[in-house]
């Protein structure tokens, strides 16, 4: 990440997230962004306990491959550092509930939706491997019955439509 020197947009706002899929994959996205960030295994082996406790083992390996690649994907294209919150912390910041609009607008065949969060997110028009990820990822998740709220994809469009940072 040597190469991004904007640093990360972090909103101040506490936004809860309830419900099982979309936390699945809000605290994913998070502990995998820290781990590429970091360098350290840590914040993998926590993202994988989280997907192994909801998911079981089986599944969660599933999940997991697909998380890695669209964590990647989304960190290689994007035009700055992506922010996450610190692992233990509650809530989700702005990029987090991005991440977690674009997966529920792939869920819900909302491509409009889906391109805006990826635009918002990299600050990059460069979003189709991005795109491409996410919507592997999110069939993945749809297929071991985690789907997302379509209220997820509205919250997010919000955020993308507003630039909203802090």
Do not use: K, N
């Amino acid at each position: 990440m040597s190469g991004h020197h904007a640093r990360p947009r972090l909103s101040a706002a506490f936004i809860p997230i309830q419900r099982r899929p979309e936390r699945v994959v809000a605290l994913g996205f998070r502990h995998w962004v820290s781990g590429y960030q970091s360098g350290d295994v840590h914040c993998w082996e926590q993202a994988w306990q989280i997907y192994a406790e909801a998911l079981g083992p089986r599944d969660a390996r599933l999940a997991v491959s697909e998380l890695s690649s669209w964590v990647m994907a989304v960190s290689a294209s994007a035009r700055r550092e992506i922010g996450v919150f610190p692992c233990g912390r509650r809530g989700f910041c702005r990029d987090e509930c991005l991440a977690v609009g674009m997966v529920a607008a792939c869920q819900h065949d909302a491509c409009p939706a889906l391109r805006a969060c990826a635009f918002a997110l990299i600050e990059s028009s460069l979003i189709d491997e991005v795109v491409h990820q996410t919507e592997s990822f999110a069939a993945i998740l749809h297929s071991l019955d985690q789907t997302l709220s379509p209220a997820s994809m509205l919250l997010s469009a919000d955020l993308a439509e507003s630039g909203s940072i802090h």
